[in-house]
């Protein structure tokens, strides 16, 4: 897919597939889908206006040194990865327990695709949820930048505790 | 209305992206259905601390520290904004 200028990668996964989880049909099988935009002038405005204070709260070091030194390609990277970091969150069941921003996070492969790493409360529900693969494709014009993902629910997710 | 509130609201106004005017606001309306979105709560988030000299733990990094005026009031209450020192 591509938008219109700029369409950062394709797809790619990460396989955070539990091996030791409880089979269960509560959510059963299937895909879950996720989307998310965001301006790009809104974040380059957060950096202006929090710098470093902004960026290290919301994004690791790894996307923050993917995403270059140069101001408008660094927002550009960063407003797709806010994105992406907001689509995961829809495929969550997120409710009591909410992940950190920096919990979500978005990789560029050696390949130059990028992948969703989970850590922490993120990687937590998607096992309870029996999430598989996490496709995602990021995407972006001069103002916006877009992030989609696409989850196989496993069927095989860990029971939550009552 | 409280100090802490009107600087909430202020705040709000000035980071808050909101199409409607944060001043004008009820203390318990939906911040989100007036239009408060993920990103904006995270400049008013960084505003805050910068205001009342805090720091939001990642566990009030939640949507419901930030669903209304009162809400966040709250969630300062417990960082200690508006609490008298013994």
């Known amino acids: 897919m591509q938008v219109t200028q700029g369409c950062e990668h394709e797809c790619s996964w990460h396989d955070s597939v539990p091996t030791d989880a409880t089979p269960t049909s509560e959510r059963g099988t299937g895909v879950l889908v996720g989307i998310d935009v965001q301006s790009i002038d809104e974040v380059a405005a957060s950096m202006r206006e929090f710098g470093s204070r902004y960026v290290h709260r919301i994004y690791t070091d790894v996307e923050v ?21 907001e689509a995961v969150m829809k495929i969550l069941d997120v409710r009591d327990d909410v992940p950190a921003w920096k919990d979500i996070a978005v990789r560029r492969t050696a390949s130059g695709r990028p992948e969703v790493i989970l850590q922490g409360v993120a990687a937590q529900l998607a096992r309870r949820q029996g999430l598989g693969h996490v496709s995602l494709s990021l995407s972006h014009t001069d103002s916006v930048a877009a992030a ?8 095989r997710s860990e029971r939550l505790a009552s | 209305m409280s100090d802490v509130e009107n600087t909430v609201k202020e705040i709000l106004e000035a980071h808050g992206r909101l199409p409607v005017s944060a001043l004008t606001l009820k203390s318990d309306d939906d911040l989100y259905q007036k239009g408060l979105t993920s990103h904006a709560s995270v400049n008013v988030m960084l505003a805050l601390e910068d205001s009342f000299d805090v720091v939001f733990p990642d566990a009030l990094l939640r949507r419901g520290t930030f669903q ?12 200690g904004v508006g609490v008298d020192p013994v």
Request: net charge negative; proline share 2%.
């Open chain 1, 148 to 155: 989609a993902v696409v989850a196989q629910v496993s069927g």
């Open chain 1, 65 to 85: 040194e993917q995403c270059g030194d140069d101001p408008m390609t660094s927002a550009r990277g960063l407003a797709a990865r806010f994105a992406a970091k």
């Open chain 2, 68 to 79: 209304s005026v009162s809400a966040i009031c709250e969630a300062l209450t417990t960082l």
